[in-house]
């Protein structure tokens, strides 16, 4: 089935249709929504909420852009919603508070890269989680980063700053990544 | 949006790939709440469904087990004036200003003795007969809703008077007076009035019918020689009824106007009206129901061969699987490499499942022993297959195609990963998944019922039906061609399919309740999917045991 009779099928509510559409981007937006949640629970509340907004918002849709890109958008948006409901989520923006944070490294299994390194993003303190997920992998600024998490944007940055600090040493901890020998060396020599 | 050129380092170059590569595949239950969230219509079709068959058992079981409460209805809506037929109840309009009063008689009973008159509440007065031996028929005298001119007519069209009056010596012989009587006796009896020697019921029938007149101070008919005369010339002309019929309107037409004369001479102020006469007239012919028709009117000869049965099966269901070729990956080939024929029954793994079937039938007694029946019923069935599937890390789309064309891409329990029967070389690090196949159909079974042994109130029964039916899902599992995968393909389905059944059981009767029980074996005739470019047949079979009730049809 293509795009367009997928999208003409889902715009009369005709089952088959959105079944087709769901089986095609649930991989993808889940794995999305897993970087997100706190666990899969919750991330498989996220995609169900974000699906039915994409299905019920389908009238809304003009093709000028990928259609993928905008159930993305929608399914982020969703899980932002969702994080924003959680007070923890709100504290840990905070940028001292999330200093604080210890990461439980143990729990990162020892599978294949993709796997372990979206594991040890979803380690990451939950703010910081949040501004790397939207920067580094979903595309926004952090001008919209801001606006979404109603936070400053000088916050965003430091946030993501700290994020990506944070996550590269535990993937060369993990030995999934390999440091630069050059920042090694610079390290030493600074510590 | 992006600001690649603020931060696309390696490293962020990096997660952003790994990160896209990653893939997570939701369980069954995130579509089902999606898919329940956008069809509410559906929802509400299946609850309205679900309440109609809900509200149709429980009507039904409530008639079979409390058989009592579809006459009492029926009383009441005689009482509201909306019924009539030959073993009707029927009302009439006493009087004018007493629109309350109702005579309600059960007739013909076969014994005088047999019918007591009770009264109805202060309003009302009922002749109730509670010789329960005896009901074929039963009339109602009640609250007026048809005109006393309509309700005559009917009343002359439905009470024929029969084509051989019975004697009336055997008449008295059947009185519940256990001193033997004489003919001469019994019509000396009928000479002090007629109504006197039927007891309570024709007095209260006769109170309320005559009561109009008889408190108006008018004699009432009951003691009037020109109905003896009339009995008795109905007595003697035997089979010609018609002619006797009009002999005794006419006997009554005459004594109706003599007795009018009476009345305008006593009471000299009094109107006698056609609807009094037609009251007395349509009194006569109750009464004379009470009399004769139990001699005359032969019950119903299709009375006691309809039955309506209930049955309720718990069931074990399993498939048959034909057809197709296996690939020979199973022996470490490519998922496309040489096929084998043979069947695909041991080539998947598949356990039974349990499931239901309930429904109805209305069953036609043909002979002592054969039974035809015609019903409806409901039926899931259920069963299970284990199947493999990637590891999440290990998931690509599956870049071959199968016989079945896109069958093997669509999985929509794991999206595009292959769900793969037997864990074979295509599904690295293999995870075990349980899958389920439900049906819901509804089918017409048609068959019989043949005793075998037993009496009329223990008996074992064999019995064989021939089921079209329908298939109301088409969401189940289908296994793809070559045995490697399982998917979903709605348009693979047949709807309308065929299923035979056998069962064997023993009834036994309680009151006017049959019960049954054993067990019951059904086959799909016809494959689950369309035959076609799949080749794959699926036959479903199950074993059940039936639980039933039946109940004759009034």
């Known amino acids: 089935m293509t795009e367009e009779a997928i999208l003409q099928g889902c715009l009369k509510n005709v089952a088959t249709a959105q079944r087709e559409l769901y089986n095609r981007y649930s991989p993808k937006m889940l794995a999305v929504c897993y970087r997100f949640a706190h666990n899969r629970e919750d991330a498989e509340d996220m995609l169900q909420e974000g699906f039915i907004k994409v299905f019920s918002q389908m009238h809304t849709f003009q093709n000028k852009g990928a259609f993928e890109g905008w159930i993305r958008r929608i399914i982020v948006h969703t899980c932002i919603n969702n994080l924003k409901k959680n007070k923890r989520f709100n504290e840990s923006l905070d940028i001292v508070h999330a200093h604080g944070i210890q990461i439980r490294e143990e729990s990162v299994p020892s599978i294949v890269q993709a796997k372990q390194i979206v594991e040890c993003i979803r380690i990451l303190p939950i703010g910081y989680r949040t501004v790397l997920n939207l920067y580094a992998i979903e595309g926004y600024s952090h001008k919209e980063i801001a606006d979404m998490l109603d936070i400053e944007e000088s916050t965003s940055r430091s946030q993501y700053t700290r994020a990506k600090q944070m996550l590269e040493d535990i993937l060369v901890r993990k030995k999934i990544l390999a440091r630069p020998k050059e920042k090694a060396e610079w390290l030493a020599a600074v510590r | 949006m992006k600001e690649s050129n603020f931060h696309s380092d390696?490293?962020?170059?990096?997660?952003?790939?790994?990160?896209?590569?990653?893939?997570?595949?939701?369980?069954?239950?995130?579509?089902?709440?999606?898919?329940?969230?956008?069809?509410?219509?559906?929802?509400?079709?299946?609850?309205?469904?679900?309440?109609?068959?809900?509200?149709?058992?429980?009507?039904?079981?409530?008639?079979?087990?409390?058989?009592?409460?579809?006459?009492?209805?029926?009383?009441?809506?005689?009482?509201?004036?909306?019924?009539?037929?030959?073993?009707?109840?029927r009302a009439l309009q006493p009087q004018e200003n007493d629109r309350s009063n109702f005579v309600r008689v059960r007739a013909a009973g076969s014994t005088a003795a047999g019918r007591r008159a009770s009264s109805a509440g202060t309003g009302g007065m009922t002749a109730e007969e509670p010789d329960q031996s005896y009901n074929h028929l039963s009339i109602t005298i009640s609250h007026p809703v048809v005109s006393q001119p309509d309700l005559s007519d009917l009343l002359s069209h439905a009470v024929q008077l029969p084509g051989a009056a019975p004697s009336l010596i055997a008449v008295a012989a059947e009185m519940a007076d256990p001193a033997p009587k004489t003919a001469e006796a019994d019509q000396a009896g009928l000479s002090d009035g007629w109504s006197s020697r039927n007891a309570p019921a024709n007095a209260a029938a006769h109170h309320a019918v005559d009561g109009p007149a008889a408190r108006n101070g008018f004699e009432p008919l009951r003691d009037d020689a020109a109905i003896r005369g009339v009995l008795e010339s109905l007595s003697a002309r035997g089979r010609q009824s018609e002619r006797a019929g009009a002999t005794f309107r006419r006997a009554h037409q005459a004594q109706r106007g003599a007795v009018m004369a009476d009345i305008q001479d006593a009471a000299g102020t009094a109107k006698a009206t056609t609807e009094e006469a037609g009251e007395q007239s349509d009194a006569s012919r109750v009464n004379w129901l009470h009399d004769y028709a139990v001699y005359s009117l032969a019950p119903n000869p299709s009375r006691g061969r309809w039955f309506l049965q209930l049955n309720l099966a718990p069931t074990i269901n399993f498939r048959s699987l034909s057809g197709g070729s296996m690939a020979s990956s199973k022996q470490g080939g490519g998922p496309m490499g040489t096929l084998r024929p043979g069947t695909g029954q041991n080539w998947v793994d598949q356990s039974p499942g349990?499931?239901?079937?309930?429904?109805?039938?209305?069953?036609?007694?043909?002979?002592?022993?054969?039974?035809?029946?015609?019903?409806?019923?409901?039926?899931?069935?259920?069963?299970?297959?284990?199947?493999?599937?990637?590891?999440?890390q290990q998931q690509q789309q599956p870049s071959y195609r199968t016989p079945l064309g896109n069958f093997i891409y669509m999985d929509s329990l794991f999206g595009a990963q292959p769900v793969s029967v037997n864990g074979g070389p295509m599904v690295p690090n293999p995870v075990q998944a349980t899958l389920y196949n439900d049906y819901f159909q509804l089918s017409a079974p048609v068959g019989f019922e043949l005793r075998v042994l037993g009496n009329e109130r223990l008996q074992f029964n064999i019995g064989a039906t021939i089921q079209p039916s329908y298939l109301l899902n088409t969401n189940a599992y289908v296994v793809t061609a070559d045995y490697t995968s399982y998917t979903k393909e709605p348009s693979a389905f047949r709807r309308w399919n065929l299923t035979g059944g056998v069962e064997a059981f023993l009834s036994y009767q309680t009151g006017s309740i049959r019960w049954q029980v054993g067990p019951e074996f059904h086959y799909q005739f016809l494959s689950t999917y369309n035959s076609g470019p799949y080749p794959i047949s699926e036959n479903l079979r199950g074993y059940g045991l039936k639980i039933g009730i039946t109940k004759p049809l009034p």
Do not use: C
């Not at chain 2, 069954?28 to 309205?48: C, D, F, P, Q, S």
């Not at chain 2, 429904?359 to 199947?387: H, W």
């Open chain 2, 10 to 89: 390696e490293f962020e170059e990096l997660i952003r790939e790994k990160t896209e590569q990653y893939k997570m595949y939701p369980s069954e239950n995130v579509w089902k709440a999606v898919h329940n969230a956008l069809h509410t219509r559906r929802k509400w079709y299946m609850g309205t469904m679900a309440f109609l068959v809900t509200g149709i058992l429980l009507f039904s079981g409530r008639e079979l087990l409390f058989p009592g409460h579809s006459s009492r209805k029926l009383a009441a809506s005689a009482a509201s004036g909306d019924s009539f037929s030959a073993d009707a109840t």
């Open chain 2, 354 to 392: 349990l499931g239901v079937q309930f429904g109805g039938n209305v069953l036609y007694r043909a002979t002592r022993n054969l039974t035809l029946k015609v019903g409806i019923q409901f039926d899931y069935s259920r069963y299970k297959m284990l199947a493999y599937t990637t590891a999440p």
